[in-house]
Every structure is written in C-alpha cells, then in structure tokens.
C-alpha cells in the first residue's frame, strides 16, 4: 500500500450532495475513505469483467429431499477444481439446506459453477458475493 497523496476534483454541487449524503447514511466519518470504497468497487468489478482471480462467496439454498442434488452439488465443486476454497453445510430445517461455498478463480469460472449450480433441480436459490482476492486494490 502507498501513502496518500491529496488531491482535489471538480464536481457538480448536486453531485457532491449527493456524495455527502451517501457517504453519512453509510457511516463514513469523511468523503477520502468514501472515494476510495468506490474506487475498489469498481476496481473489483473490472476484475470480475477482466477475468482476473477473483473471491466470491456463493450461498446456496435448496432443498434436502431433492433426489440425487446433494451429490451432484459435490460433483460440481469438484469439476471446478482448485477453485473451491471451502464449503460450510448447515440443515436449515427437515427439508432446507444451504451451503455456503468459497471460490478462488477466473470471474468467468466462478460465475460458470454459480449458472451450474442454479440450473440444478431443487436449488432454490444461489446468491453470489463478488470479492476481491485484495491483490490488485490497494
Ligand atoms: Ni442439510
């Protein structure tokens, strides 16, 4: 990480309030770190477009009884390989599961086992969080 540098920009006063006011409803005590927040989130989403390793985070809710599902949830992750990091099961009730499942790897590759995963009988729902490996935002 380098050290800062100040800067000053131009920007429309309706802009700028804008600015100020998404900045207080996060929580942010100054605009810098703001900026800087939404430099990394377009950073990371050029990532996820470049094809660059990325983090996500897949949460995955399906139902238990759904013949044959649990297994071909396991035949997925493994097809993708190295890119699975972790996977974490917990019975959510007698027929909900979710599984949380960590992926490291091409935006492309991560996004592929997310479609794989939807298409399957008795997925309910698989929402996707897309991180950064860190490497390339600071
Ligand atoms: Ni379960």
């Given at each position: 990480?380098s050290?800062?540098t100040?800067?000053?920009l131009s920007m429309?006063?309706?802009l700028?309030?804008?600015l100020?006011t998404?900045a207080?409803?996060?929580?942010y005590q100054?605009r810098?770190?703001?900026?800087?927040?939404?430099?990394r989130?377009r950073?990371?989403?050029?990532?996820?477009?470049?094809?660059?390793d990325?983090?996500?985070?897949?949460?995955?809710?399906?139902?238990?009884?759904q013949?044959?599902?649990?297994?071909k949830l396991?035949?997925l992750?493994?097809h993708?390989?190295?890119?699975?990091?972790?996977?974490?099961?917990?019975?959510?009730?007698h027929?909900?599961?979710?599984e949380m499942?960590?992926?490291k790897?091409?935006?492309?590759?991560?996004?592929?086992?997310?479609?794989?995963?939807?298409?399957?009988?008795?997925?309910?729902?698989?929402s996707?969080?897309?991180?950064?490996?860190?490497?390339h935002?600071?």
């Amino acid at each position: 990480m380098s050290g800062l540098t100040r800067v000053s920009l131009s920007m429309e006063e309706n802009l700028l309030e804008k600015l100020e006011t998404l900045a207080a409803e996060s929580g942010y005590q100054n605009r810098s770190e703001f900026i800087r927040d939404l430099v990394r989130e377009r950073l990371i989403h050029t990532e996820w477009q470049a094809g660059q390793d990325v983090l996500g985070t897949l949460t995955v809710i399906y139902c238990h009884h759904q013949r044959g599902l649990t297994e071909k949830l396991v035949n997925l992750q493994h097809h993708w390989g190295g890119s699975v990091l972790a996977a974490t099961h917990v019975h959510l009730s007698h027929e909900i599961c979710a599984e949380m499942i960590m992926v490291k790897g091409p935006g492309e590759a991560v996004t592929g086992l997310v479609n794989a995963i939807k298409r399957e009988r008795g997925v309910l729902h698989v929402s996707l969080g897309m991180g950064s490996t860190g490497e390339h935002i600071a």
